[in-house]
């Protein structure tokens, strides 16, 4: 398209006061009205801030990415239309410059805002930002401004306009801001260099600040809005940040602009409640935990919310919603962390949302990816924001990964079992067949097992070499294999039922015969010859993801995986310190990540490990209040404790393995809709007396559970009237289940360990428990711990009647009450040594 020479002066200026009549553009934008921002019982975290870490607030359609000192960038979906928002400010009759963002000084997450608060002897100004769940067209993310002062000030926000598009999109083109004056303040217009997209900002009762003439010498400036408030004139005011974008040439105009900004002004408040009411009804229908921890209660509700959070709509259309991998600030990119659609990240993620009873968000990710599955069958691994708007497909992105195409048969079966949905699976039955297919068809070396040759497994590099086939891909082709049988035989396919059983039984076999090393560990990968990459990892530990399969020979991994070699006082590495490129800050070698960590923890819990499994379990938990408020982040140094850079730090999968290592670990809850029974395996911390889950759905019936210790058994009811349409049954052995109560022996002793993440820097220095053995009349620990350290362990007494002896440990205290105290004197050496603690009655 060929501009005029006037049209294109008008969009290289650097500003221009705009020529349109302001008779022509709606009246000046007022203050917003009062309405309530929250209700009574809010979650909530409120924190003093560090100002260097993150906060992220996510919708729909925008989010604002920011650090807790209150600078920010702000995004209307697939666009970053500013960033670096500061503010300043001038007190009248006050000659010292104040720099608000460094007077910031407490941050309030709750679920539908956060509130970031500035406080200064002559002024408190409350930063309040929102994403709104039902955003108008070419809205976003929201933010606006309580003020009150002493005296008079000017207030400027100050910031960089952006206008760039979500990478990969090309971003060479510069916005060119004009201010179009209503009455007495106005509004920026944001032009590029064609009108097919502009954005509008405004803040009601604002003038602008520096606004270089076209004669002046080229020079970027930040954009300012001045705000003059009077507390005699303006207190209870809120001064809103309205921002908005035109779609096309056609609403790229001031008026069309200008009518968007009025619109958003009108509808603020509406737009604030109705998003507070979507969080208030998720958390009074979603499924909830009620423990003797409510620390862990809040860490489950906010790992449910921050997985919601990210649930992002589809550009330009809007007609599909899915499941971004995680944000984080961008800074000078156009990166906004991993805020695209991953296949496999949404597919682990997709066990936490079954087990809390999003089945609807469940259908529309499994449909988003099979709308995008390839003529093959090939589940897409990366799409992102830009795809409708370039060729995407194209990219050497879309179908990067192998895994995906695994993870999409495994979690298809997991939301049969646990909604009984067998419709959504008939109607889908051409998808799972051809992602089956391809499965089945990409074996070059004819061992049966599906390979890397088809894209990345989980490394995307690997120093010795990109391997030929990962023991992780294999594991997970394995369970694959077993999910599709049941498939299959849910929609009368009985021979593709037998044929994927058949197949899962033998590469669960070759695993075991290809991968076994001498020491016992399984060997990371191996290669085309036959020969194997031996490097000690904890990526076979998603053998025991779906509980299908169970390597033959895990416990040396077991141990070695709780010892202070792979686990850290903050979670799991994914590789051994002792291989020769082990790097704690690389992204693949070395660092933990909290989906790791959740593996482990699922190993751990089926191979009947509780107490290392509840100490990787509480460490992500607890990750929830560590940096980005209510959400955990992607991968942390391996050496100490703090998050990478890079990290993003509101990470769809890391708050998956809250959830799911909970419910299927610690409660050992397994579904069976079709046949209406609910398995109900608990291996409870010993200072646990009872728990509680609300709202567990199965199918179309949501129950209440109540776990409690009752002597010598642990018992559970369903409560409310659906406990006769459920049958309870349980793993544990001697359980029985009769009159809507399911009981389970308890032993005479157990023991409990303490949890807690150590101050941000620190190394490793935490006791591990290595082993745990359990017979009828005794409990064997193998704990490790730093040398000279005196560690406490608890101690539970089940059968009063039980004569207890213990050997390797010291009664803290006296008395026989149900919980007591043990010491553990670890003696002398270098670094981290190992005791055994034996209770025997």
């Known amino acids: 398209m060929k501009l005029s020479l006037s049209i294109l002066l008008l969009f290289t200026s650097s500003s221009i006061w705009a020529q349109t009549p302001s008779a022509a553009l709606p009246a000046a934008l007022p203050a917003l009205a009062p309405f309530p921002l929250q209700s009574e019982g809010a979650l909530s975290i409120k924190r003093d801030v560090q100002p260097l870490r993150p906060f992220t607030v996510v919708g729909p359609r925008g989010a604002v990415l920011g650090q807790q000192d209150g600078s920010y960038e702000a995004w209307i979906f697939p666009r970053k239309i500013l960033s670096n928002m500061r503010i300043t400010a001038q007190v009248k009759d006050y000659p010292v410059p104040i720099d608000v963002n460094e007077h910031a000084a407490t941050i309030d997450v709750q679920p539908d805002h956060t509130t970031i608060t500035f406080s200064h002897a002559n002024f408190t100004v409350r930063e309040i930002l929102f994403a709104p769940q039902h955003a108008p067209s070419g809205a976003g993310a929201l933010v606006f401004y309580q003020i009150e002062a002493v005296r008079p000030m000017d207030l400027t926000f100050r910031f960089t306009s952006e206008m760039r598009p979500m990478w990969p999109a090309l971003a060479d083109d510069h916005p060119s801001p004009e201010w179009v004056r209503t009455g007495d303040s106005g509004f920026y ?188 069958g090939k589940i897409p691994h990366e799409w992102s924001q830009m795809a409708d708007l370039l060729d995407w497909e194209k990219t050497p992105y879309a179908y990067a990964s192998a895994v995906a195409t695994l993870l999409f048969l495994m979690a298809i079966e997991d939301y049969l079992r646990v909604s009984g949905d067998r419709a959504f699976i008939q109607s889908h039955w051409d998808s799972i067949e051809r992602a089956w297919k391809f499965t089945t068809s990409h074996d070059s070396d004819g061992d049966g097992i599906y390979e890397n040759t088809e894209g990345t497994g989980w490394v995307e590099s690997w120093p010795p070499g990109m391997p030929h ?75 025991d993801w779906d509980g299908s399969f169970k390597l033959a020979h895990p416990q040396p991994m077991l141990t070695r995986w709780a010892s202070n070699e792979f686990s850290t006082d903050w979670g799991t590495r994914d590789l051994s310190p002792r291989v020769s490129f082990y790097d704690p800050i690389s992204y693949h070698q070395g660092t933990v990540w909290p989906l790791f960590t959740g593996w482990a923890a699922m190993s751990e819990y089926r191979n009947k490990r509780s107490l290392s499994a509840y100490a990787h379990v509480m460490q992500n938990a607890d990750l929830t209040w560590a940096q980005d408020l209510g959400a955990v982040t992607e991968l942390l140094s391996g050496e100490f404790f703090a998050p990478l850079g890079r990290s993003s730090s509101h990470q769809l999968w890391s708050s998956a393995m809250v959830v799911s290592p909970i419910m299927r670990g610690l409660f050992g809850i397994e579904w069976d809709a079709s046949q209406a029974t609910l398995f109900v395996s608990p291996q409870l911390p010993a200072e646990w007396d009872h728990a509680k889950l609300h709202h567990l759905q199965i199918g179309h019936t949501v129950l209440d559970l109540q776990v409690k210790r009752q002597g010598n058994a642990l018992v559970v009811r369903a409560v409310e009237a659906s406990r006769e349409r459920t049958l309870l049954r349980s793993h544990t052995p001697g359980a029985s289940f009769a009159n809507g109560i399911l009981q389970m022996p308890l032993p005479a002793v157990e023991v409990g360990i303490s949890h807690g993440l150590p101050d941000a820097g620190s190394s490793t220095r935490q006791m591990k428990v290595l082993d745990q053995v359990e017979s009828a009349n005794s409990l064997m620990l193998k704990l490790s711990a730093p040398a000279q350290s005196h560690q406490i362990l608890l101690l539970r007494i089940n059968d009063a009647k039980a004569r207890v002896t213990i050997d390797g440990a010291e009664k803290n205290a006296a008395g026989q009450t149900a919980l007591q105290k043990l010491q553990v004197d670890f003696g002398a050496g270098d670094g981290y040594v190992e005791k055994t603690v034996t209770v025997k009655w």
């Not at 294999?481 to 039922?497: F, H, N, P, W």
């Open 189 to 376: 217009v944001l032009h590029m260099t064609t009108p097919d997209h502009a954005a509008a900002i405004a803040m009601p009762g604002a003038t602008p600040g520096i606004m270089s003439p076209y004669q002046e010498r080229p020079k970027t400036y930040p954009l300012e809005f001045i705000l003059h408030f009077d507390p005699a004139r303006d207190f209870g005011k809120r001064f809103p940040l309205l921002m908005a974008t035109s779609e096309s040439a056609a609403d790229s105009g001031n008026i069309a602009l200008a009518n968007k900004l009025q619109a958003l002004q009108s509808s603020f408040g509406t737009m604030f409640s109705e998003t507070r009411n979507h969080y208030s009804s998720f958390l009074s229908e979603r499924l909830s935990i009620e423990t003797p921890d409510s620390n862990l209660d809040e860490a489950f509700r906010w790992a449910e919310l921050a997985i919601d959070q990210l649930q992002v709509e589809t550009t330009p259309s809007h007609s599909e919603t899915a499941l971004v991998a995680g944000f984080y600030s961008s800074g000078d990119s156009s990166r906004p962390g991993f805020g695209w659609y991953f296949g496999r990240d949404a597919l682990w993620t997709l066990y936490a949302v079954d087990s809390y009873g999003d089945f609807a968000l469940a259908r529309k990710q499994l449909e988003f990816l099979m709308k995008r599955q390839s003529a093959e």
């Open 469 to 543: 086939q990962e023991i992780y891909l294999a594991a997970l082709d394995q369970q694959a294999s077993i999910a599709m049988s049941a498939l299959a035989a849910s929609v009368g396919r009985k021979d593709v039922a037998e044929q994927a059983h058949t197949r899962g039984q033998h590469v669960g076999t070759q695993i075991d015969k290809e991968y076994l090393l001498p020491d016992g560990f399984y060997a990371f990968s191996r290669n085309a010859d036959g020969s194997t990459d031996s490097s000690p990892t904890i990526y076979p530990a998603v053998a």
